[in-house]
């Protein structure tokens, strides 16, 4: 190499850590958007009480008559809820009416932004999440949100079937529940709680919010922009999360595969009621029993469809971005 070149290489980078310049960070393309004008044509939506979590949600499909009042374009948004006018029997219903969506496309690796106007509502026995879940021969579920009834805080958690898998925890805003992610550990899952004001009511109370997953091979990193504090470079398409501060999750790859722990993964978007979570926690740490008067879960959510008239999704778009 000539030395000309071999300077033309090196003075940069010179000057670079004398002046504590940082270099330039990876650049991520757009590479899929959802917006009003694909949303609908690009997920299916499921048609099935809901079998997974043993929740009281009747998930309907586009030839349900009700699905076009439960998913539809609004003011250029994509709206997702639930029946909030129908009293039910709660012993001889498969559950409230509700919207499970699962995007045709797959997301493995990079970065994807879900901008909300609006989430589901602090209200008893709701169970909103949209998450991503690739599974079959192995297993991989990222919740990016999700909570309960009135919990005012998000939860961020994440289970693979790959064993081991521990990750490694770095600052961030989020307390760390585990780094264990592994479905086979006695502890299954690892995850955050995220600070108090990222779910619920306090998320609308703002105008919704931007929530930011960054997967790659060297680990994971998870933020929330509260309205008009989103980053402007992420607004322009061009992001660089290097300029994000501190995410709310932020874990190293520690001794996990992650690019094969979390693959080949459907966007999620549902709102289910009661089940494993919210239902398990009506008379104890969600204090729903006393807060309603209702002895389960199940008799409040088919008894007291007014109360979850705030109970949906308002969608700006979700969009992906790869890693060039």
Not at 30 to 44: E, H, Q, T, V
Not at 95 to 106: V, Y
Request: aromatic share 12%; charged share 20%.
């Amino acid at each position: 190499m000539r030395l000309s070149t071999l300077l033309a290489l090196l003075v940069p980078a010179l000057v670079n850590l004398a002046t504590g310049a940082s270099l330039p960070g990876p650049v991520y393309k757009l590479s899929k958007k959802y917006d009003a004008s694909n949303f609908l044509s690009s997920f299916d939506f499921q048609n099935s009480p809901d079998i997974w979590t043993d929740g009281f949600a009747n998930y309907i499909s586009q030839a349900d008559p009700q699905h076009a009042q439960l998913a539809q374009v609004v003011d250029g948004k994509i709206y997702l809820g639930v029946d909030s006018t129908t009293v039910l029997d709660a012993n001889h219903s498969p559950g409230r009416k509700s919207i499970r969506a699962e995007s045709k496309d797959e997301f493995s690796s990079g970065l994807l932004v879900a901008d909300f106007a609006h989430i589901p509502g602090n209200v008893c026995g709701i169970w909103p999440a949209f998450w991503l879940l690739y599974d079959s021969a192995t297993y991989s579920e990222f919740d990016i949100i999700e909570s309960v009834s009135l919990s005012p805080a998000n939860e961020v958690s994440l289970y693979t079937s790959k064993n081991p898998c521990t990750l490694t925890a770095h600052p961030s805003t989020g307390h760390v529940r585990h780094t264990q992610c592994s479905t086979t550990a006695a502890l299954s899952g690892c995850g955050v709680n995220a600070p108090a004001g990222t779910f619920g009511d306090a998320v609308n109370h703002k105008g919704g919010g931007v929530w930011a997953t960054l997967i790659e091979d060297d680990g994971i990193k998870v933020w929330y922009f509260e309205r008009g504090h989103v980053p402007l470079d992420l607004q322009r398409e061009v992001p660089e999360p290097r300029g994000w501060g501190t995410p709310i999750l932020d874990f190293g790859k520690g001794s996990c595969d992650v690019k094969a722990a979390w693959q080949k993964m459907k966007i999620i978007l549902n709102i289910t009621f009661c089940g494993a979570y919210a239902g398990d926690g009506w008379s104890t740490f969600s204090k729903c029993q006393a807060k309603t008067g209702y002895q389960t879960c199940n008799e409040y959510v088919a008894k007291e469809p007014k109360a979850y008239r705030e109970a949906y999704f308002l969608v700006n778009s979700i969009k992906t971005f790869d890693r060039r």
